[in-house]
């Protein structure tokens, strides 16, 4: 896995980030150095939608760069039959494809092209109980958020959910302060030097715009899903879980 060094030099910044082939060459590493807990999030992502996907139907993830929550959940969940990944960024498809071939899941998992801050007129969600949106809403543009949700929630069959994890903000500015200053120490943590955290939280400013928790319920809830609750937070970092007309079966 190659290390992610793309914003240590001041002298040759990428601009804006966006998801190209330096970024995609890095991904794995940056996805492991920068979210919290990134491992264990992902384990939850398989069980819940081993609890939630409807045989017959299908499992959708948004946004799915290397292909890693598509490959977790197949692996995990043999009976999952289809799945499939939508990315916008062709680094990141090229290798969510190698990385879905070394895993000998060709026959189970497909890959396709889709702008999600677009018409999504080529995003087919049709017949899907389980959708993963894993750090990625925070990248769609405020505007087209519920457009997005909306036509997941319409394309869902019922029983299934939605998943979301993202960055998020507070209702306190300070609380705010409180929380990116740990996960500055947590990144400081895992190597990154503070030229580096800098640098990139510049290039992030006007791509990646988080919301707060209850601007984020209320997305989900006025676009259909009956059931929100979080199931994952690490101060600014957090996972909901979305259902839609569903009486969950708590059995065992």
Same mark, same amino acid.
């Given at each position: 896995?190659?290390?992610?060094?793309?914003? @240590?030099?001041?002298?040759?910044?990428?601009? +804006?980030? =966006?998801?190209?082939?330096?970024?995609?060459?890095?991904?794995?590493?940056?996805?492991?150095?920068?979210?919290?807990?990134?491992?264990?999030?992902?384990?939850?992502?398989?069980?819940?939608?081993?609890?939630?996907?409807?045989?017959?139907?299908?499992?959708?993830? #948004?946004?799915?760069? #290397?292909?890693?929550?598509? $490959?977790? $959940?197949?692996?995990?969940?043999?009976?999952?039959?289809?799945?499939?990944?939508?990315?916008?960024?062709?680094?990141?498809?090229?290798?969510?494809? +190698?990385?879905?071939?070394?895993?000998? !899941?060709?026959?189970?998992?497909?890959?396709?092209?889709?702008? #999600?801050?677009?018409? !999504?007129?080529?995003?087919?969600?049709?017949?899907?109980?389980?959708?993963?949106? /894993?750090?990625?809403?925070?990248?769609?543009?405020?505007?087209?958020? @519920?457009?997005?949700?909306?036509?997941?929630?319409?394309?869902?069959?019922?029983?299934?959910?939605?998943?979301?994890?993202?960055?998020? #903000?507070?209702? +306190?500015?300070?609380?705010?302060?409180? %929380?990116? +200053?740990?996960?500055?120490?947590?990144?400081?943590?895992?190597?990154?030097?503070?030229? *580096? $955290?800098?640098?990139?939280?510049?290039? !992030?400013?006007?791509? !990646? $715009?988080?919301?707060?928790?209850?601007?984020?319920?209320?997305?989900?809830?006025?676009?259909? %899903? *009956?059931?929100? =609750?979080?199931? %994952?937070?690490?101060?600014? %970092?957090?996972?909901?879980? /979305?259902?839609?007309?569903?009486?969950?079966?708590?059995?065992?």
């Amino acid at each position: 896995m190659s290390r992610d060094k793309i914003f @240590d030099n001041a002298t040759d910044l990428p601009g +804006d980030f =966006e998801f190209n082939e330096e970024v995609a060459a890095v991904f794995g590493d940056m996805l492991n150095r920068s979210v919290p807990f990134y491992a264990e999030q992902q384990n939850m992502i398989k069980d819940i939608a081993k609890r939630f996907w409807i045989p017959g139907t299908r499992v959708a993830d #948004l946004g799915s760069s #290397l292909g890693t929550t598509l $490959i977790n $959940i197949a692996r995990q969940n043999p009976s999952i039959d289809q799945l499939i990944g939508f990315d916008n960024s062709n680094a990141m498809l090229d290798r969510a494809r +190698d990385n879905i071939t070394k895993a000998e !899941l060709n026959q189970r998992v497909t890959l396709a092209n889709a702008d #999600l801050n677009g018409e !999504l007129d080529t995003l087919d969600l049709h017949n899907t109980s389980l959708v993963t949106l /894993c750090w990625t809403l925070q990248f769609i543009r405020p505007l087209r958020r @519920d457009h997005l949700i909306k036509k997941i929630y319409d394309n869902m069959v019922d029983g299934g959910a939605l998943i979301v994890t993202d960055k998020v #903000l507070t209702n +306190d500015s300070n609380m705010n302060r409180f %929380f990116i +200053d740990f996960y500055y120490d947590y990144k400081r943590k895992n190597g990154y030097s503070e030229e *580096e $955290i800098i640098n990139k939280r510049e290039a !992030l400013e006007n791509v !990646l $715009i988080p919301y707060r928790f209850d601007e984020n319920f209320e997305l989900f809830r006025r676009n259909g %899903f *009956e059931i929100v =609750e979080t199931f %994952f937070q690490w101060y600014n %970092f957090a996972g909901f879980l /979305c259902v839609k007309n569903s009486k969950l079966d708590t059995a065992t």
